[in-house]
């Protein structure tokens, strides 16, 4: 399964809890614009690299209009750390049973080492005010994911 949503798609509706255990669904999102970013596991490298970079930009974000959302597997209590290390200033998503990953379609199979798995792939979705996909950004690198999301 590859992403298959696209610019113009109404976005799946989810309903997950965030660090600090309170229930945030798609229509909690109505009227503000989004930026979903799914990312596989909390203190990771690559993922502290992006989480970072989208903080040092979250004013930036703000001030366009966007709340930033982060999606992982990981639960609240891992989400809390991650948040804490390094300050993050956005909401993180748990989603432990991958059903929002899935309704995305970022729920794949990986493979590493030349062994196959089943995780997250690293994709972004912006949404506008009114749930819609306004963009989706497959090729996300870590190190520039901000300046990308910018440039829409």
């Excluded at 903080?55 to 930033?68: L, T």
């Excluded at 809390?80 to 989603?95: E, M, N």
Aim: include cysteine; glycine fraction near 6%.
């Amino acid at each position: 399964m590859a992403v298959t949503l696209k610019t113009g798609d109404k976005a799946p509706d989810f309903k997950l809890e965030d660090q600090d255990g309170k229930t945030i669904k798609l229509s909690d999102l109505a009227g503000k614009k989004s930026v979903i970013f799914f990312y596989p596991a909390d203190m990771t490298p690559t993922c502290t690299i992006e989480a970072c970079k989208l903080r040092d930009n979250h004013s930036i974000f703000q001030s366009k209009g966007y709340e930033v959302y982060g999606v992982s597997p990981d639960d609240a209590k891992s989400h809390q750390k991650f948040i804490a290390k390094h300050q993050l200033p956005y909401t993180l998503l748990s989603d432990p049973d991958h059903k929002m990953a899935i309704a995305y379609g970022v729920w794949d199979e990986k493979q590493l080492f030349g062994r196959k798995y089943m995780g997250i792939v690293r994709t972004t979705f912006i949404l506008d005010e009114k749930g819609k996909i306004a963009e989706v950004i497959t090729k996300v690198k870590s190190k520039d994911h901000a300046s990308q999301i910018l440039k829409i």
